[in-house]
């Protein structure tokens, strides 16, 4: 089993018209997922390759019963257009824009809490999420990932997330999903989320897990699997040389005074039993272990 | 983007948010102009975005003219951990009768806005926090919402200001969520916020940090930007468009992504090296992008070697491969060059490097044997 989507899961991509909005979305459509539309406003009507565009989110799930979009518009549209989405009638909304506003991303956030309970958000600022071999919703090359399980990725980077499907795919091991979180403050789904979902998949059978500096989501996740997982977890945490006060590169991974560590974040980790590992090469190399001895 | 007090307290004045009358002053005249015209007596305030100004000799009173040349000539110049002072803030002094402190910032864990606000202000709220957490009365706030009035009463209420300033303090705190929120700042913090002993309140200092992801719609950003004082590594890799943070190491580093960026720095790190930067190509780099990464981390004077990570996804690995090319026809880069190429077109990328190939020129299949050459030749 796949977690938030599956084989059957209906796409449109909001943005399909714009360059990477069809770069993406018709390379998806190439791996198999179901792009059943798209969503441009004023260019209701046409088709991108034979994808039909609709000049809103609404039109497009009435006429094709999706219920996910890939928001691939720039960051001034991209609020509006996940609560667009929301209202539409989507429940699962993956959003890869890059330099949303923290603000912003604040409110979209709350509103989706508050007025869409059932919605999920994936992002903003993420490589996206990918089952092998049933759905592939964003940027990752589909090649990478191998279908069959039993591991489940929850991420922070997205880089890093390709580096952990390359590492346990060339050693043969299979992926159930691969969910990049993103680097942004706000991410609308958190690491906990994925590993709750993970936890209930009972064809996941270990999760990788990669943070990196910034916030305190990985102490949280460690609370949360002390408490809850009985699968095992290897992590690897970006950034154990990354300066104090420096924004690298995310939004997100900046640490500010004694707080959002590598250090910190790697023995909350490990005192919760989860294998930290000090490199991706290694935390590869463990899970190739643990799977092997499952 | 970090602001200087000067322009915090100006940012605060656009919204309304009361602060001493004074000016900007970057030489000795022009703090005497300023002194003259908003009255003395005044205080002489060094502007570096650096805490410990006070203790630095950064902050004086001054009663009088003579005082001011003394002040504004010690100050300007003044290095202030590693701080150089080339701008003086000149305010009328202010007699203060209570500090209190007050900020807004986004609650990450809570996904909402989270403010501080503390009687006891003028120290750091971090040692306020560690000593007497009881002191500070903490309100969230939802994004959605906002924060009112009435809301803004009850927590003066809550944090026991005194009686007289706290229906200012309560307007001055809904301006300030106002130039938090509409001004886009990652933090707008007032410490001290004072009462003066007739009663009236405003903010005597000014820490705010701007949302870079929202100067679009803040074109009057510019201006800040323009006092930015940056490392001329950071400046020339900015008019490049790269995403770049300049260390004190050895290895010249460059990657796609920032989660492999920072992991290159840390794996460099255990094998025994340090990193001369943070450099993060972004995704979809074509070659022209690389071969901009090449120069500026080859003008670095402290880079004895450069370690190129890329893991294709959108980024294709035979662009890389072109763009070292292109870098190393366009400039002499002086550094032995490592790379580890992976991912989208990794063959294609090998191949078009494979003929070039030399003893300063090399290729290794993982990330890790890459950092271990590289910081062979770094430590050589």
Avoid at chain 1, 181 to 208: R, Y
Avoid at chain 1, 268 to 274: C, I, K, S, T
Avoid at chain 2, 136 to 155: K, S
Avoid at chain 2, 213 to 219: K, L, V
């Amino acid at each position: 089993m796949s977690i938030f989507v599956d084989e059957n899961t209906k796409v449109i991509v909001q943005g399909l018209t714009g360059g990477q909005g069809k770069f993406h979305g018709l390379r998806n459509r190439a791996y198999g997922t179901k792009v059943v539309g798209g969503v441009t406003p004023g260019k209701g009507g046409s088709d991108v390759e034979g994808i039909p565009v609709f000049n809103t989110v609404k039109e497009a799930v009435d006429a094709t019963g999706a219920s996910a979009s890939f928001v691939v518009v720039p960051p001034k549209f991209a609020s509006a257009a996940i609560i667009e989405a929301a209202e539409g009638g989507i429940t699962f909304i993956v959003c890869i824009t890059e330099g949303i506003p923290a603000h912003d991303e604040a409110v979209t956030y709350n509103r989706l809490v508050e007025e869409f309970p059932g919605v999920r958000l994936l992002g903003p600022n993420c490589p996206g999420i990918i089952s092998p071999g049933k759905c592939n919703i964003g940027i990752t090359s589909g090649d990478i990932a191998l279908a069959g399980g039993p591991v489940g990725i929850v991420s922070r980077s997205g880089t890093l997330t390709y580096q952990a499907l390359h590492e346990l795919s060339q050693q043969g091991i299979g992926q159930t999903t691969c969910v990049g979180i993103g680097g942004d403050p706000v991410p609308g789904t958190n690491f906990i989320d994925c590993l709750a979902a993970f936890e209930a998949d009972p064809e996941t059978k270990a999760v990788m897990m990669i943070g990196e500096i910034g916030g305190s989501e990985e102490e949280r996740a460690a609370e949360w699997i002390k408490a809850n997982m009985t699968k095992p977890v290897v992590s690897y945490v970006a950034g154990v040389t990354a300066p104090p006060g420096r924004k690298m590169g995310h939004a997100g991974a900046i640490i500010s005074g004694s707080k959002g560590t590598a250090q910190a974040k790697m023995d909350a980790l490990r005192d919760a039993g989860v294998h930290v590992c000090l490199n991706p090469t290694e935390a590869g190399q463990k899970m190739v272990e643990i799977v092997k001895a499952l | 983007m970090d602001l200087f007090e000067y322009q915090g307290k100006q940012y605060f004045a656009r919204f309304g948010i009361a602060v001493s009358p004074g000016d900007i002053a970057d030489t000795v005249e022009e703090a005497l102009a300023v002194a003259q015209r908003v009255g003395y007596p005044v205080v002489v305030k060094a502007q570096v975005k650096v805490g410990g100004r006070g203790k630095a000799g950064g902050v004086k009173l001054a009663a009088n003219a003579d005082e001011v040349r003394l002040h504004a000539g010690n100050i300007l110049g003044l290095d202030i951990k590693g701080h150089v002072v080339h701008r003086l803030w000149v305010e009328r002094s202010s007699d203060i009768a209570k500090e209190y402190y007050a900020s807004f910032t986004l609650d990450r864990p809570n996904k909402t806005h989270l403010g501080m606000l503390s009687a006891q202000g003028g120290v750091e709220i971090e040692v306020v926090a560690e000593e007497n957490p009881d002191a500070i009365a903490f309100l969230t706030i939802d994004p959605v919402r906002g924060l009112d009035l009435a809301t803004a009463r009850r927590w003066v209420d809550e944090a026991e200001l005194d009686v007289p300033a706290r229906e200012q303090a309560a307007e001055l705190l809904v301006k300030l969520y106002d130039c938090y929120t509409t001004g886009d700042c990652d933090l707008a913090e007032i410490n001290p916020l004072i009462l003066t002993p007739d009663g009236t309140v405003h903010a005597l200092d000014a820490k705010v940090t701007l949302d870079e992801n929202a100067s679009y719609r803040h074109p009057e950003w510019e201006e800040f930007r323009a006092t930015e004082t940056e490392d001329p590594r950071e400046k020339m890799a900015k008019e490049k468009g790269l995403n770049y943070i300049g260390l004190d190491g050895t290895v010249g580093i460059i990657a796609n992504g920032a989660g492999l960026a920072m992991s290159t720095l840390d794996v460099v790190n255990q094998v025994g090296g340090t990193a001369a930067n943070f450099l993060d190509i972004g995704g979809g780099a074509n070659a022209d992008i690389m071969a901009s990464a090449m120069e500026v981390i080859n003008a670095d004077p402290k880079v004895k070697v450069i370690f190129v990570n890329i893991f294709g996804g959108i980024t294709r690995v035979d662009e890389v491969a072109k763009g070292v090319l292109e870098a190393l026809q366009r400039v002499s880069i002086t550094s032995p060059v490592v790379l580890r190429l992976d991912g989208t077109n990794a063959v294609e990328g090998r191949a078009i490097l494979a003929p070039h190939l030399s003893d300063t020129l090399i290729t290794e299949p993982t990330m890790l044997d890459a950092a271990r050459r590289a910081v062979a030749f770094a430590n050589a």
